[in-house]
T-cell receptor, first 119, second 114 residues
Framework: DAGVIQSPRHEVTEMGQEVTLRCKPI?????LFWYRQTMMRGLELLIY????????DSGMPEDRFSAKMPNASFSTLKIQPSEPRDSAVYFC?????????????????FGAGTRLSVL | QQPVQSPQAVILREGEDAVINCSSS?????VHWYRQKHGEAPVFLMI?????EQKGHEKISASFNEKKQQSSLYLTASQLSYSGTYFC???????????????FGQGTILTVHP
């Protein structure tokens, strides 16, 4: 299995530009999570999907951030317009979420991340 | 609600032991431990599903006290390769669908020196 694949690995852009981060989850997984990591704020959950449906986007910092999951094998996180304070490492993770009552392991597998620098 | 990890940072010499704690104010169904090496993604280490159960990974083991709502990670005879940030992730008590969302602690930075 190739694992969770994120692209690009590095992105350098200028303030005001649109940025699109991409994620391919592990085949068969039904939950997908977008995280942002910075030194100051640690690992923050931005949004997560289950069966391609957004469940909770309360972690999305502003309307400038949006995420989609058009099918089970692809998700995007878009920032428009980007600002210097958006500079961070963005991780995508996927898991096979099983409802409590069963053997709920819900192990999350992380992609390698996208390091975003907004100048 | 975010679980609280302690200590925030640990510095060891090779061969020394360390304990990292993870406490929650809410009842827990399971606790997950992840390790993130510098410049890399977090990687799953182990999961604790039952109260008092211990799991092991290399010379790293963990316990889960369901009654106290806390878990501890034990690193014995530490190696240089153990350096990194350790995160606990908690999963709420069974009772509804939670879609696999883990709530991660703030992380504990472990540094092992030769």
């Amino acid at each position: 299995d190739a694992g969770v694949i994120q692209s690009p690995r590095h992105e350098v852009t200028e303030m005001g530009q649109e940025v699109t981060l991409r994620c391919k989850p592990i085949s068969g997984h039904n939950s997908l999570f977008w995280y942002r990591q910075t030194m100051m704020r640690g690992l923050e959950l931005l949004i997560y999907f289950n069966n391609n449906v957004p469940i909770d986007d309360s972690g999305m910092p502003e309307d400038r951030f949006s995420a989609k999951m058009p099918n089970a094998s692809f998700s995007t996180l878009k920032i428009q317009p980007s600002e210097p304070r958006d500079s961070a490492v963005y991780f995508c993770a996927s898991s096979l979420a099983i409802s409590p009552g069963g053997l709920a392991k819900n192990i999350q597998y992380f992609g390698a991340g996208t390091r975003l620098s907004v100048l | 609600q975010q679980p609280v990890q302690s200590p925030q940072a640990v510095i060891l010499r090779e061969g020394e032991d360390a304990v990292i704690n993870c406490s929650s104010s809410k009842a827990l169904y399971s606790v997950h431990w992840y390790r993130q090496k510098h410049g890399e993604a977090p990687v799953f280490l182990m999961i604790l599903l039952k109260g008092g159960e211990q799991k092991g990974h290399e010379k790293i083991s963990a316990s889960f006290n369901e009654k106290k709502q806390q878990s501890s990670l034990y690193l014995t005879a530490s190696q240089l390769s153990y350096s990194g940030t350790y995160f606990c992730g908690t999963f709420p008590n069974a009772g509804g669908t939670s879609y696999g969302k883990l709530t991660f602690g703030q992380g504990t930075i472990l540094t092992v020196h030769p």
